[in-house]
């Protein structure tokens, strides 16, 4: 049935709902209402390719919609929220520009990966799904925590800024990252034995977070700062063991 064809991109077009209501609830100052809409985004992004599979509804027109969804579900969206931050603590400057540099980076990130096909199983460059969610997570434990740890240092001139500027270095490093596509025949591979230990990585910080009574939203904060850098050890002692 044609109609069949169609189910992928209409959660497509949810993601990029999504992201746009989630825009606009940033510039309004609703930013933990924002960061709900990103992760809906997410949902629907996981789910349309899932559609996708499952029907073998791909398209050529439904990879386009993707991109463009996700530029403004994790390339702008975040960039707003961050912005919009320091806006709201006090350092609405120059400085508080520089985050919408996000948006530009995740548009690059987004057109090398579609034009480079050896990204099918894994990534190179920080996936903008997690620079996204790393950034929206942020925002909100900020948000309904004021007085944690993270809040002086959010609240500084420098501190968003920077880490808007290292994440978008990541976005389009050649940095190798991997996904968590599972296939046959790869139980003996690194990359394998990463998404495993990065699984249970992200349980035991769930439970140590309901635990402990915390946030929820630190549980993205965690779990995508430790994907970055079991990313990163691993680059390094690949290319130690190369030399």
Known sequence: ??????????????????????????????????????????????????????LGAHTDIGKELDSLSDMVSFGLLPAIMLHRLMVETGNASAWSYIPLAIAVFSALRLAKFNIDDSQKDNFIGLATPACAML???????????????????????????????????????????????????????????LRIGFIGFCVAVTIAIFLFGLQFSMIFIVAVTGYIIMNISNFISTLTARK
């Open 135 to 193: 950034c929206g997570a942020l925002v909100h434990y900020i948000c309904k925590t004021p007085d944690s740890f993270l809040a002086p240092w959010a609240g500084t001139r420098l501190f968003i800024p920077v880490l808007s500027l290292i994440l978008c270095a990541l976005l389009v490093s050649r940095i190798p990252m991997f996904s968590l596509k599972f296939k046959a025949g790869q139980k003996d591979s690194i990359v394998y034995k």
């Open 1 to 54: 049935m044609k109609i069949i064809r169609h189910i992928p991109d209409t959660i497509t077009s949810m993601n990029l709902l999504c992201g746009a209501v989630g825009v606009i609830c940033a510039f309004e100052g609703r930013l933990e209402s924002a960061f709900y809409l990103m992760i809906a985004a997410a949902v629907f992004d996981f789910l349309d390719g899932f559609a996708a599979r499952a």
